[in-house]
């Protein structure tokens, strides 16, 4: 039997723009999603924007029932920068009944309250105004936002969390055209990160001031890379793929400094970011003390075969070639490798490299098209679900016996959500959706998650 801790917690996230909809008058500014779905030339599956979700804002007292009934002791969700501030800086009262009436219904229930404030969902009026985090003056209103938060709810909230997947807002944005403003432009990338980095511990600066009772982290996804032999080339080449996608926020987020060799690198592309000496010590006193780590699927990678020519703009991918191993596992609903010993790896990482801190899973799910195929006496028989976490808590269950500092494990997702590029394509949820009925229906996995909670192992 696999047994952890007592006082292990068992959660599942979601984030605003996925999950709480928009309500006729109930002052949600738009975001970047809504702009992105309007007017990009992105077609989304089906065709569905960011306003379909399980609205949440309408329905959080019957999802708190649901979460009870599925055995959940943690919840991560995020506030809505676009709903809570409006374009004049003035707060939105009904956003702050909306919140605090969710925080504190879930902490009436026992449920552990894991508040991100930012999860890719730029207001507009930012992006349109500043270019968003291109700018150094998004970073001064974030901070601004993020202190109204935590006077607003700091009493309701276990954990905060800074950012959500930070690398991906960069390069999503900025290098790959999959998240508006759909650029690509190297230079804008690396400001970008630096700029989130430094709002992060700006962050936590404001944070710090308050003496609240919670933490505060960052949640970051980390993909390990394995390079394809021992062979130097292909080694360096994980190692680079390493430096941009795990070291780029876990050093300056964790260690408050960032990899020479990624400096180096950067100096080399003259991509340095405009920076001051006094940011660098901002960011080097306000580390967080909390981490939360999302992980899907690894990097599997190997030396560049042919360098880019000199006119390509500067990626991660100039010094490595990703490659599909033969023989992995993949989810064959989504397409994404299965490999769950690289939890075990990152959780390695974590103590080894990283003084120990503390950590939780913030998200790790199994995306599966077309589910309701598998929907037998009205329940979908997600065993493939229940499989997958199973293997992977196995792996981080190994590793919190050898000393980890992991204090949790989190799924994505609660509720069939919405997502940012293949909206209800991939449902991830412990509970079926029906977007058209607002019916929610629990899953198998979701009865099997409260067993797993009831016996803290399985
Ligand atoms: C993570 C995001 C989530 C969620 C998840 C699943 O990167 O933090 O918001 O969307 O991935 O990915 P997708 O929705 O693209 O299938």
Same mark, same amino acid.
Request: glycine share 6%.
């Given at each position: 039997?696999?047994?952890?801790?007592?006082?292990?917690?068992?959660?599942?996230?979601?984030?605003?723009?996925?999950?709480?909809?928009?309500?006729?008058?109930?002052?949600?500014?738009?975001?970047?999603?809504?702009?992105?779905?309007?007017?990009?030339?992105?077609?989304?599956?089906?065709?569905?924007?960011?306003?379909?979700?399980?609205?949440?804002?309408?329905?959080?007292?019957?999802?708190?029932?649901?979460?009870? =009934?599925?055995?959940?002791? +943690?919840?991560? &969700?995020?506030?809505?920068? %676009?709903?809570?501030?409006?374009?004049?800086? /003035?707060?939105?009262?009904? %956003?702050? &009944?909306?919140?605090?009436?969710?925080?504190?219904?879930?902490?009436?229930?026992?449920?552990?309250?894991?508040? /991100?404030?930012?999860?890719?969902?730029?207001?507009?009026?930012? @992006?349109?105004?500043?270019?968003?985090?291109? @700018?150094?003056?998004?970073?001064?209103?974030?901070?601004?936002? +993020?202190?109204?938060?935590?006077?607003?709810?700091?009493?309701?909230?276990?954990?905060?969390?800074?950012?959500?997947?930070?690398?991906?807002?960069?390069?999503?944005?900025? !290098?790959? @055209?999959?998240?508006?403003?759909?650029?690509?432009?190297?230079? $804008?990338?690396?400001?970008?990160?630096?700029?989130?980095?430094?709002?992060?511990?700006?962050?936590?600066?404001?944070?710090?001031?308050?003496? #609240?009772?919670?933490?505060?982290?960052?949640?970051?996804?980390?993909?390990?890379?394995?390079?394809?032999?021992?062979?130097?080339?292909?080694?360096?080449?994980?190692?680079?793929?390493?430096?941009? %996608?795990?070291?780029?926020?876990?050093?300056?987020?964790?260690?408050?400094?960032?990899? $020479?060799? !990624?400096?180096?690198?950067?100096?080399?592309?003259?991509?340095?970011?405009?920076? &001051?000496?006094?940011?660098?010590?901002?960011? $080097?006193?306000?580390?967080?003390?909390?981490?939360?780590?999302?992980?899907?699927?690894?990097?599997?990678?190997?030396?560049?075969?042919? #360098?880019?020519?000199?006119?390509?703009?500067?990626?991660?991918?100039?010094?490595?070639?990703?490659?599909?191993?033969?023989?992995?596992?993949?989810?064959?609903?989504?397409?994404?490798?299965?490999?769950?010993?690289?939890?075990?790896?990152?959780?390695?990482?974590?103590?080894?490299?990283?003084? /120990?801190?503390?950590?939780?899973? %913030?998200? /790790?799910?199994?995306?599966?098209?077309?589910?309701?195929?598998?929907?037998?006496?009205?329940?979908? =028989?997600?065993?493939?679900?229940?499989?997958?976490?199973? @293997?992977?808590?196995?792996? #981080?269950?190994? +590793?919190?016996?050898?000393?980890?500092?992991?204090?949790?494990?989190?799924?994505?997702?609660?509720?069939?959500?919405?997502?940012? !590029?293949?909206?209800?394509?991939?449902?991830?949820?412990?509970?079926?959706?029906?977007?058209? &009925? =607002?019916?929610?229906?629990?899953?198998?996995?979701?009865?099997?998650?409260?067993?797993?909670?009831?016996?803290?192992?399985?």
């Amino acid at each position: 039997m696999i047994k952890f801790k007592d006082g292990f917690f068992w959660g599942s996230s979601t984030s605003a723009e996925q999950s709480e909809g928009r309500l006729e008058n109930d002052g949600k500014m738009l975001t970047v999603w809504d702009k992105f779905f309007s007017d990009s030339p992105y077609k989304f599956h089906d065709n569905i924007g960011p306003e379909t979700t399980s609205t949440i804002y309408k329905h959080f007292k019957e999802d708190i029932k649901l979460l009870k =009934q599925t055995g959940h002791t +943690a919840y991560r &969700t995020s506030i809505s920068w %676009a709903r809570l501030i409006d374009d004049k800086g /003035n707060i939105n009262q009904k %956003a702050v &009944t909306f919140y605090n009436s969710y925080f504190s219904l879930l902490k009436e229930n026992g449920i552990k309250v894991f508040v /991100n404030l930012y999860h890719f969902d730029t207001p507009l009026y930012i @992006q349109e105004k500043y270019n968003g985090f291109v @700018q150094k003056e998004t970073v001064k209103l974030y901070a601004k936002y +993020a202190k109204t938060c935590f006077e607003l709810f700091g009493d309701l909230v276990d954990s905060w969390f800074t950012f959500n997947e930070p690398i991906v807002s960069v390069e999503c944005g900025y !290098l790959l @055209q999959y998240h508006y403003p759909l650029e690509v432009d190297s230079k $804008k990338a690396v400001q970008v990160a630096y700029n989130i980095a430094l709002a992060s511990a700006l962050a936590v600066k404001e944070f710090k001031k308050l003496n #609240l009772k919670s933490k505060i982290g960052i949640i970051l996804n980390i993909t390990p890379s394995y390079p394809r032999s021992n062979n130097e080339f292909d080694v360096k080449a994980a190692h680079i793929a390493d430096l941009f %996608a795990t070291n780029s926020f876990l050093d300056p987020c964790v260690k408050g400094e960032y990899s $020479k060799d !990624l400096v180096e690198i950067l100096k080399k592309h003259d991509l340095l970011p405009s920076y &001051t000496e006094e940011e660098l010590k901002i960011i $080097k006193e306000n580390t967080v003390s909390f981490l939360g780590i999302n992980y899907y699927q690894p990097l599997r990678v190997c030396a560049k075969a042919n #360098l880019p020519n000199d006119n390509a703009p500067f990626m991660p991918t100039y010094y490595y070639d990703s490659y599909v191993m033969p023989g992995r596992r993949i989810n064959k609903y989504r397409g994404w490798e299965i490999y769950p010993h690289a939890l075990y790896d990152i959780a390695k990482n974590i103590q080894n490299n990283y003084g /120990n801190i503390e950590w939780f899973v %913030a998200e /790790n799910g199994m995306g599966v098209e077309d589910e309701s195929r598998f929907k037998k006496d009205g329940i979908i =028989q997600d065993d493939y679900r229940i499989d997958f976490i199973k @293997q992977h808590l196995v792996e #981080l269950h190994k +590793a919190i016996e050898e000393g980890s500092n992991c204090k949790g494990y989190m799924h994505w997702t609660f509720i069939d959500c919405w997502s940012w !590029l293949n909206a209800y394509k991939n449902r991830y949820g412990f509970i079926e959706l029906d977007y058209n &009925t =607002q019916k929610r229906y629990i899953k198998k996995s979701g009865y099997w998650f409260k067993e797993l909670s009831d016996n803290n192992g399985f």
